[in-house]
T-cell receptor, first 115, second 111 residues
Framework: GEEVAQTPKHLVRGEGQKAKLYCAPI?????VFWYQQVLKNEFKFLIS????????ETGMPKERFSAKCLPNSPCSLEIQATKLEDSAVYFC?????????????FGSGTRLTVV | ELKVEQNPLFLSMQEGKNYTIYCNYS?????LYWYRQDPGKSLESLFV?????AVKQEGRLMASLDTKARLSTLHITAAVHDLSATYFC???????????FGEGTQLTVNP
């Protein structure tokens, strides 16, 4: 399809619980990116993939966050032992090529609330 | 580390007026993007600027890129209420592996 599909739209977890978010990129897009948007509009880069390979993971808090993009499956972002500060909207974006020459298409986001 | 600064962060305009939003960034890049975000919604791509001197226009919005000055502008002409939203610029890393976003400009157009 021509949209980046993110599920679920909303997710509520108690502190310490696991959260798993999914992203299906646009068909034919080889690059997938995850961003976290916190309350004051700030976007924080988390991780990017080229197909199933990690492209850039310098934004990932590695002790609790992990991500995968496996063939023929939606990409996933998993947070182990969620904390209150993980409450945010998580956006996935995809791109057909490296370097963003055709731009990046963002999904509608998953709103994670940790209580 | 690449830093991206937008100004103003808040902009209240009257319908029919013109204004410019500025986006400055700290290290070399020749790829910059403008997005619009409505409350509770995703990012809508407005402009993709890929080279020095690039200028693109869509309706009442026009964006430009000066890579030597590390500056992009988003110009609004004759604002209408429907343009009320938050506008973000984002700069691509050299490798294309990540975007760095500005803080966003919250635009309100008043009748």
């Amino acid at each position: 399809g021509e949209e980046v599909a993110q599920t679920p739209k909303h997710l509520v977890r108690g502190e310490g619980q696991k959260a798993k978010l999914y992203c299906a990129p646009i068909k034919g897009h080889s690059y997938v990116f995850w961003y976290q948007q916190v309350l004051k509009n700030e976007f924080k880069f988390l991780i990017s993939f080229q197909n199933e390979n990690v492209f850039d993971e310098t934004g990932m808090p590695k002790e609790r966050f992990s991500a995968k993009c496996l063939p023929n499956s939606p990409c996933s972002l998993e947070i182990q032992a969620t904390k209150l500060e993980d409450s945010a909207v998580y956006f996935c974006a995809s791109s057909p090529n490296m370097g963003g020459f055709y731009g990046y298409t963002f999904g509608s986001g998953t709103r994670l609330t940790v209580v | 580390e690449l830093k991206v600064e937008q100004n103003p962060l808040f902009l209240s305009m009257q319908e029919g007026k013109n204004y410019t939003i500025y986006c400055n960034y700290s290290t070399t890049s020749d790829r910059l993007y403008w997005y619009r975000q409505d409350p509770g919604k995703s990012l809508e791509s407005l402009f993709v600027l890929l080279s020095n001197g690039a200028v693109k226009q869509e309706g009442r919005l026009m964006a430009s890129l000066d890579t030597k000055a590390r500056l992009s502008t988003l110009h609004i002409t004759a604002a209408v209420h429907d343009l009320s939203a938050t506008y973000f610029c984002a700069v691509d890393s050299t490798s294309g592996s990540r975007l760095t976003f500005g803080e966003g400009t919250q635009l309100t157009v008043n009748p």
